[in-house]
């Protein structure tokens, strides 16, 4: 990528971890626009796939959304628990989760390229005060 790429990559990094819930690619061109009104839609879902290679952005597939990857660790397979009242993004790394699902995918002799764990709920700081404890 040259120095526009690298520049705007930079930007939506920065769009992303300012943001309090998932942004659309819509929301992240919108953004841009501001400063670049000629911002193609293109332009945004090439910056978004890049940045997904490398780990460094999940996408949402259930809301299809993209949130910044709150994981150092290279290459880890995230679960990420979406707060269906808040949108806040939580992210773990359970590599014995998607080991199991691996392998019971492969029973039916099913390779799987990639796996998305999302689960839906309600965050700790959206339950109701008698559910928290």
Do not use: W
Request: glycine letters at 6%; a negative charge.
């Amino acid at each position: 990528m040259g120095k526009r790429g690298d520049a705007l990559r930079a930007e939506v990094l920065d769009f992303l971890r300012r943001a309090d819930a998932p942004l659309s690619a819509y929301d992240i061109l919108g953004k841009l626009r501001e400063s670049n009104p000629k911002t193609a839609p293109t332009t945004v879902y090439r910056t978004l796939n890049s940045l997904t290679e490398q780990a460094l952005v999940h996408r949402l597939e259930s809301i299809n959304a993209y949130v910044l990857c709150q994981n150092s660790e290279p290459g880890h397979e995230a679960i990420l628990s979406i707060c269906d009242d808040c949108g806040t993004v939580e992210e773990t790394v359970a590599p014995e989760v998607h080991k199991t699902m691996a392998k019971a995918m492969g029973k039916s002799g099913f390779l799987p390229s990639r796996h998305v764990v999302e689960v839906h709920g309600t965050c700790s700081e959206c339950m109701p005060e008698n559910l928290n404890s």
